[in-house]
Each structure stands twice: as C-alpha cells, then as structure tokens.
C-alpha cells in the first residue's frame, strides 16, 4: 500500500519580468533556503530532490540542475530533472510523490527554476521575440519549426477549434472580464511579476492582437523566478508539522495524460484538452472525488491564455463544455461564487517562470487552503503543442 | 534549391561581442553579449521521401496502414502503432484539401519570422489524407485577416519557387482566390499566382471638416507623444530603436521620428522615410496612441496601411508605449 504524502513546506522567490540581479543559480539557492525555512527543517534532513526545470536554452547550458545540486547542500543525494513543457512543475510533483509514497524517501525538494529573459533579440532589441523563439524549439523539427510555431500559436490552434464547435462560448466580453478578475487578485500576491498592474475588461479588449484570438493582456507572461515545496510521507510530514505548528496539505490524487502531436483522425482531437480531462479525472477518482462541482473549493490552473483557461475548466467538469462562459455569467468563478480560480493572480498576473509555475500554484492553493480553512484545490499544469501534456494534483486540508 | 551564398544564420542576426553595466539600487551588474549554437548535418531518415517529394518532384506523399487504411499526412512513422506496427506504405495524395479547424493568424513573430509576418499557420487534410498536415496560410489579397480562412475553406497547396526539401517549401492559399485551372494544376508555383501588390492608398482631398478633424487629432497625437517622451517605461520600450516614419491622413501628413528612446513629431515630409503609415481618417492614429484602441488592430482591419509588413515590430512598439503611458497613470 502506497504511502500517504503531505506538502509540509512551500515558498516561492519574487516572480519578476527580468532578474539581472541574480543567476539561476541563486534564484534556486534563494527558494531553497526559504522552503527549509517555512518547513523549519534543515537542509541535509531532506533525502532527495526533483528539479522542474523546463528549457536548457533559457539556462543557457544543458542538464542545468547540475550545478544546483551542490549549491542547495544536496550532494551525494538523489536528484533528477523533469521537463514537460509547461506542465513540467506539475509533473515534478507528481514525480517527487511516486518515490515517497512508494516508500523510497520521507521528504523530498521539489525545486522549480527558470530564467528566461535572459534571451535578447538584437533585431527588435527586445527580450520578448526571442524568448518566444527559444520555445519555439519545441515544436515538432521536421514539420513545424519552419512554419513559424510557437506555443501561442500551437494554443490557438486548439482554443479556435472550440469555438469552431461552440461559436457562442469564449466571448471577448468574458474573457476580458476574466483576465480583468485576475489582475485584481495579483494584487495580494506580493510575489506577483504584475502585483500593481490591475486592468479593467474595457483595456483588456482595447489590447493588441497579438497571435489571432489572443489579445496581448489575455497571454501570460514570461518570468525569471523560483518555487519550491517541501514534501514528506505522512509519518514524517506529521513530525514536520507538529513543530512548525502549519497544518499538512495531503497530495490526495494525481493524473497525468499526454496527448498525441498530429491533429486528424484518430490522432488529436483538436476541439479538445483531452490531456485536461484525463489528468483530471484520473485524479478526482485518485482522491475519491465524485462530483468536482461539489468538491472543488479552490483552483490554481495553468492560464496561458484566459480562452484556455475556460476550457480547461470545462474538462475538469466544473463548468459546461460549450457554455464555460458560465464562469463569468452565472458568477461560478467571480468572488463569492462556486470557486476561487487562481487567487495568485495566475500565471497571466503573478507570471510564468515556466518549470517553477505550477509549483508557485501548488504554493499558493496551499496557502489559500489554509488561510480560508477551505477542504479541496485542483493545481494544474498544461504544456507541449496543441495542449498536449497535463499533470493534474489534488491538494487536501484535513 | 537554395542560393549558394544563403547563410544558416543570416548575418543581421548577429550581435556583436560587447557587454554594458547596469546599475540597480547603486550596485553594477555586467551585462554580456552572449550566443548558444549548435550547427547540423541532420539526415531526414526515413522522412526522405516526403521532402524530396517537396523539393524535386513537386509531390506530397503520406503513408497508408495496411490494416486500417489511415493514411497519414505527413508520414511522420513507418508503422501503424494502432495496428501492432504494421508496416505502411507511401501513397501520393492530392494538393487540394480542406482546413481542419480555423488557423491562428500570428502577428507578433519569434525573432526569426518577423519577415513572414503576419501569417497563418493551420492544419490541412488534403484529398486522400485522414490525418492533418501542419501548413502556412496566406491570402492572395494582403495581410491575413481573421475569417478569411476558416474551419472547412477549400485551400490549395502552393510550392515555392525556391525550394530546399523543408516543410517551409510549401503553404496553402484559399482555392476561391485562384482561377479552376491553378486549382487542378500539380506542383502549382508560388511565382504562378498573382499577388496583390502593396499599393499606397491615395488620399482625397480634405473637407474643411476633415481639416478641422485633423487639427484636432493632430493635437492629441503631440500630446500624447510629449507624454511618451515624459514616461520613462514608454521610453525604455523604444530605446535601441530608430525608425522615421511618414504618416500621411485626411487633411495632411507629418513624419513620426524614434530615436533610440525619444519620439517626436515633425510637420515635415521626410525624403527617405523608413516606412510609410496611411490612415484615411486621423483619428485612428490617435485613438491608438492614446490606448483607445491598439493600432496593431487598426493594420488587421485595413484601417491604416503600412508600405512594410515586417514595421508591425515598430507598430508594437506604438502599441506597447501607449500602454506604457497608461499604466505610468495608474
């Protein structure tokens, strides 16, 4: 039987547009020396770490965790790399509770890093084109590089295959209003890249196209930051938190599904994140979850962008497919409704340093569980081309 | 085939070696030029055929399981995973197909597509294929507007006359635009279509209300453009960059200039402008400057021409500052 596994410890590193002040190097120190901090546990009590890390040429060098490992005090520990795109800190969760709850460890660093805007094109004189252009490397080498793909672009390929299929949903009106509604809630969030930057839904659709249907203040945007989770199998993590005096947050389910890369019969169903709805209600049946629209209290989804968003929480059956517009209509997401969706701001306010994302979510949906004594959140990761890859976690509050 | 003299990276793209110091709250910090690269000698394997189908015969092949009878496009395997690998074989397929679903219009490029831009990039199923092929859209008549291709628009495949057996050696443009007889042709060449070429729009002469409108927009856009010098993060967003603009409207013309950090507006007309902006009415320059509206969306909806696709990274620029401006306000 699988052990029970339990986030004792989390913390994140001021989320920034631009850190020329630090490395990854220290950015990664920094989040570390604060995750030891909150879980009041010392370095060398910590058995193994689990780095999400997602792109090499943001890094700029390959196998980049290799020089973290000494500088947080794990030498001569376990330590692996996860990199799924951008549900690589999803994924890095979900990796680091297998080895726990298969009994290998008792606590485990889960360490996401990423600095991206260190990219500069020389031609704009701009950080932003060749940022897009290093993930611009994932896409498939033989037959889409060449076109131009870019995550944006491979995102909108899926969103306006759903309103092919449901033209009266993903109204710009909503989606404003969305983007609108997490630019308020950033505002607590002191880490948060975009803290001070609230928008009304009216400058929301006066923003520029930037990749047709997204507007430049519905995409997320690109971060240099850290996060980092502390997490312990139940006997240890009670121990842990007996003596920080924090209740633990039970990882109690978890899904993961990646979809095909080509799109036609039989392969990607474009209209689609299956990858959502598979990793999600792997998860709920994981945590004994039967209706999500019941048990969910909290949700801190991967945003990156607003449209995607709506999906996304129409896979996850908490709103209908073909009518997510309900999250902002029938009040299911606005505050005082049904749930709380990405009180950090998501990644679109609070940003997006890719492989430490969906730990800064598992971050913040444990905080927010604990400051509002609210039971379930859903933390999510999305990433590869059309949407292909999800990591799913049930995060509890007993 | 490609130009002898091509380069893989083209030399604009390089920097030069140099470093600068930034100061943050009194401590430096050096900042360096920097570059990651890694060249190839990569073989196209068992895609061979495909792209040499591209490149030399001016054919698309897929491939068709045995055992199911899907035929893939592209042939991205050589056996059917669905059918316990059974090998599959290559079947040439049509080059007329329909769109898969509506395909996203990119207007901000990664650094090595601003020259493409705008463009389309969706998913073809072409007649014989089940499976859809990533490809780039354009429109015979200008810059790509959103619901000029769609979900189910008949699209024909058009092979570049430069070819280098890469997927970029073909792209799609919708069959209504092109006679029946380029639509049945094999192998049809982009040269062997007739582009819309990018005319000037001509002004008319302007009303004494229009002069009267133009005053006032005139005005607007000399404040506004004060206000950009003012704010500091509309500065930084041009900072490094220089452009000299000539903007024509109803009712009279002025040239924009940016200068690594400053704009400013001349009541000049330039000799040697870096691009032309044409705005029938003058006002949507200014409700663009002024964050009312993004004039990158003015260019999609042909309500402001530009004499240079590859100015939308100055246009974003103008978009970004506006946005600058307001958010200095807040």
């Keep these: 039987m699988s052990k029970r596994v339990g ?56 196998i980049p965790e290799h020089a973290l490992h000494g500088l947080i005090g794990m030498q001569n520990k376990f330590g692996t790399r996860v990199s799924t795109g951008g549900a690589t800190g999803a994924y890095t969760i979900s990796a680091a509770h297998a080895y726990l709850a298969a009994g290998r460890f008792k606590t485990a660093l889960v360490l996401g890093v990423e600095k991206c805007t260190d990219c500069f094109d020389f031609m704009s004189m701009s950080a932003t084109p060749e940022v897009i252009k290093s993930i611009g490397w994932s896409g498939d080498s033989f037959f889409e590089q060449r076109l131009g793909w870019t995550a944006a672009d491979s995102y909108a390929e899926v969103v306006l295959a759903y309103m092919d299929e449901h033209p009266k949903d993903l109204k710009p009106r909503v989606t404003a209003k969305i983007s609108s509604l997490l630019s308020q809630y950033a505002k607590t969030n002191k880490y948060a890249q975009r803290q001070f930057d609230q928008v009304t839904p009216e400058e929301v659709m006066n923003s520029r196209l930037v990749v047709y249907p997204f507007k430049e203040l519905e995409i997320c945007v690109y971060t240099e930051g850290a996060a980092a989770l502390i997490l312990a199998e139940e006997e240890t993590a009670k121990a842990i938190s007996k003596n920080t005096g924090k209740p633990i947050v039970w990882i109690t389910g978890l899904g993961e599904a990646n979809e095909h890369s080509f799109a036609g019969k039989k392969q ?62 029938d009040g299911l997401m606005l505050p005082g409704g049904e749930y709380l969706v990405n009180p950090c701001g998501g990644l679109i306010y609070s940003g997006h340093a890719v492989g430490a994302s969906n730990i800064m979510s598992a971050w913040s949906a444990r905080n927010e569980l604990i400051k509002r004594k609210k039971k379930t959140a859903i933390v999510h990761g999305t990433g590869s081309t059309i949407a292909q890859y999800t990591a799913v976690c049930i995060l509890e509050h007993d | 085939m490609a130009k002898k003299t091509e380069k893989l990276i083209p030399a604009e793209y390089i920097p030069d070696v140099g470093s600068h110091v930034l100061t943050i709250d009194k401590k430096k910090y050096l900042i360096a030029n920097d570059a990651m690269y890694t060249f190839y000698q990569r073989s196209k394997g068992e895609f061979s055929d495909f792209f040499l189908g591209l490149r030399d015969d001016k054919k698309i092949l897929g491939c068709k399981c045995p055992k199911c009878g899907l035929v893939r496009c592209p042939p991205f395997l050589t056996h059917c995973p669905d059918c316990d690998f059974a090998a599959t074989k290559l079947v040439e397929l049509g080059q007329v197909g329909t769109m898969l679903c509506t ?28 499976t859809a092929l990533a490809v780039n859209v354009y429109t015979t008549t200008g810059i790509l507007a959103p619901g000029i291709i769609k979900k189910g628009t008949k699209v024909k495949v058009v092979f570049r006359d430069d070819r280098n057996g890469e997927i970029s050696d073909i792209f799609c443009v919708p069959a209504s635009e092109l ?21 000037e729009p001509t002004m008319k002469k302007a009303t004494a209300a229009e002069q009267e409108i133009y005053k006032k927009a005139l005005k607007e856009i000399k404040s506004v453009i004060k206000l950009m010098n003012e704010t500091e993060r509309a500065r930084k967003d041009i900072m490094g960059w220089k452009r000299d603009i000539q903007v024509k409207t109803t009712g009279g013309e002025f040239a924009i200039i940016i200068n690594n950090g400053d704009i400013k507006l001349e009541e000049k007309k330039l000799t040697k402008p870096d691009f032309i902006m044409v705005a029938k009415s003058p006002k949507t320059l200014a409700d663009g400057l002024a964050y009312r509206g993004a004039i990158t969306d003015s260019v999609i909806m042909k309500r402001l021409w530009i004499s240079k696709n590859m100015e939308f990274t100055t246009i974003f620029k103008l978009d970004r500052m506006a946005r600058s401006v307001a958010r200095s306000k807040k």
Excluded at chain 1, 44 to 61: L, S
Excluded at chain 1, 274 to 282: E, G, K, R
């Design chain 2, 179 to 199: 006679t029946k007889a380029q639509v049945a042709k094999k192998g049809l060449l982009s040269s062997q279509i007739n582009w819309e070429a990018a005319v």
């Design chain 2, 103 to 130: 395909p996203p219009i990119t207007y901000f490029a990664n650094s090595l597509f601003l020259k493409m831009a705008p463009y389309g990039r969706g998913r073809v199923v072409l007649e014989g294929a089940d």
């Design chain 1, 268 to 329: 990607k169903v474009m209209p689609r994140i299956m990858s959502d709805y598979l990793a999600s209600h792997q998860a709920y049946k994981m945590s004994g979850i039967k209706n999500p629209r019941k048990s969910i209290d909290i949700v801190e989804l991967h945003d990156a962008f607003v449209h995607q968003l709506e999906i996304t929480m129409a896979e996850f059956d908490l709103v209908p497919r073909g009518n997510a517009d309900a999250l902002i209509d």
């Design chain 1, 7 to 62: 986030i004792v410890g989390a913390a994140v590193t001021p989320f920034k547009a631009k850190w020329n002040e630090k490395t990854y190097y220290e950015l990664a120190q920094m989040a570390t020396r604060e995750v030891v901090k909150d879980a009041k546990i010392p370095i060398k009590d910590v058995d193994a770490v689990f780095y999400g890390i997602y792109n090499d040429i943001f890094e700029r060098t390959c």
